[in-house]
């Protein structure tokens, strides 16, 4: 059974970068089938993609927040980051990795295993 | 970007009747190359990650119970619950992979009446 895990601070200061990984258990990454993407939810808010990967290192972001993002990918490691940089209190919300069935190009798909969530809370 | 709209934004079902939940998206997620919509539907549940549930707008992710259908095309679509069970209750969300960026819809919390 594929299980992804986020880790991460918890806590970063306004300004800072955040940082988190996600590591993927049961399964591959290096999958030509697959994209590996990370999702935030700010608290009682609604779903937001920040970009994708694919295990070959092609990156894909929301023009949203493609000027602060990067997203990386550690395939002997069986994982993959994500790092936004200049964070505000904008950026607090629970990061989710998962992986998206690829549907067509440029990141394309749907999620069809996720990670639990991490909170993030952008705080001094 | 493609906006995803729902609607309703919350409501109530008793146990056992049928629940409805529709998806509209500022344009068509129908891909004509290959006749299909990119369109997928989600249920998280408090305090979990979202669950996939529907993708192409009507297959039905291996697991869920056939009691969750959905339906549409080209820019509305449905997500139905044939007989809500108290397990249901949660916050449905759509979403389109036609185009990046990805977007989901708001949500739409289901409860009990």
């Known amino acids: 059974q594929l299980q992804l895990q986020e880790s991460g601070p918890g806590l970063v200061k306004p300004s800072e970068t955040l940082s988190l990984t996600c590591t993927v258990s049961g399964g591959s990454i290096s999958s030509n089938n697959y994209y590996w993407g990370w999702i935030r939810q700010p608290p009682g808010k609604g779903l937001e993609w920040i970009g994708s990967i694919y295990y070959s290192g092609s990156t894909y972001y929301s023009p949203s927040l493609k000027s602060r993002v990067i997203i990386s990918i550690d395939t002997a490691k069986n994982q993959f980051s994500l790092k936004v940089t200049s964070v505000t209190a904008a950026d607090t919300a629970v990061y989710y990795c998962a992986r998206l069935v690829l549907t067509g190009d440029r990141g394309r798909g749907f999620c069809d295993y996720w990670g639990r969530g991490t909170l993030l809370t952008v705080s001094s | 970007d493609i906006v995803m709209t729902q609607s309703p934004d919350s409501l109530a079902v008793s146990l056992g009747e049928r629940a409805t939940v529709n998806c509209k998206s500022s344009q068509s997620v129908l891909y004509s190359t290959d006749n299909r919509n990119y369109l997928a539907w989600y249920q998280q549940k408090a305090g979990q990650p979202p669950k996939l549930l529907i993708y192409?707008?009507?297959t039905r992710e291996s697991g869920v119970p056939d009691r969750f259908s959905g339906s549409g095309s080209g820019t509305d679509f449905t997500l139905t619950i044939s007989s809500l069970q108290a397990e249901d209750v949660a916050i449905y969300y759509c979403?389109?992979?036609?185009?990046?960026?990805?977007?989901f819809g708001q949500g739409t919390k289901v409860e009990v009446k």
């Open positions: 979403q389109q992979y036609f185009g990046t960026p990805l977007t």
């Open positions: 192409w707008a009507s």
